[in-house]
């Protein structure tokens, strides 16, 4: 399997993963926020970072386009292990979600993907790690490193997610 056929399915897997938190986060708030079981669910607990459903899309969007770029560079350099730790940083997230399902016995946005996906994902690492020679070394200094890259990334977009939202409404409104 090359680095872009790779990156090509990690990518896809991240965004149909993504899909599912757009589409499903803000209807979860609304039904559920006031529901004192879920007071320390994922996005009940943040729900000021989600204040409507064009800001998540615009930070996943915004998401999606540095991923895009992580493994346009993994392609182009020839690093798999570039690659690999986007995937793995992925998957980690993954694990968030699938712990959710699992605290709250039920579907919670994102949860539905993230368990039809995990194993698709692992499966996936096998194939690749069995047909691409990686550099270990690499792959555990590449893996954490872009661990914090993206969660400095999903910090500063929390941070800025009331910004971003009056900036859509300021551009959806002007005529």
Not at 71 to 77: C, E, K, T, V
Request: aromatic share 10%; hydrophobic share 55%; glycine share 4%.
């Amino acid at each position: 399997m090359t680095i872009a056929h790779f990156s090509l399915i990690i990518l896809s897997l991240f965004m149909l993963h993504e899909f599912d938190e757009i589409i499903l986060i803000r209807p979860w708030i609304q039904k559920q926020q006031h529901d004192p079981r879920y007071r320390k669910e994922l996005f009940i607990a943040g729900k000021a970072h989600y204040p409507s459903t064009e800001t998540i899309a615009v930070m996943i969007a915004e998401e999606y386009l540095l991923a895009s770029i992580g493994l346009l560079i993994a392609i182009n350099w020839h690093i798999p292990e570039l690659a690999l730790a986007f995937g793995i940083c992925h998957t980690l997230h993954l694990l968030v979600h699938i712990a959710e399902v699992l605290r709250y016995r039920c579907a919670v946005p994102g949860g539905i993907t993230a368990v039809l996906t995990f194993p698709l994902l692992l499966w996936l690492f096998a194939g690749y790690l069995h047909q691409q020679p990686l550099s270990w070394l690499l792959l555990l200094t590449l893996t954490p490193l872009v661990l914090v890259a993206i969660l400095l990334n999903l910090v500063w977009l929390h941070r800025h997610a009331a910004d971003i939202d009056s900036w859509i409404h300021k551009k959806g409104s002007a005529g």
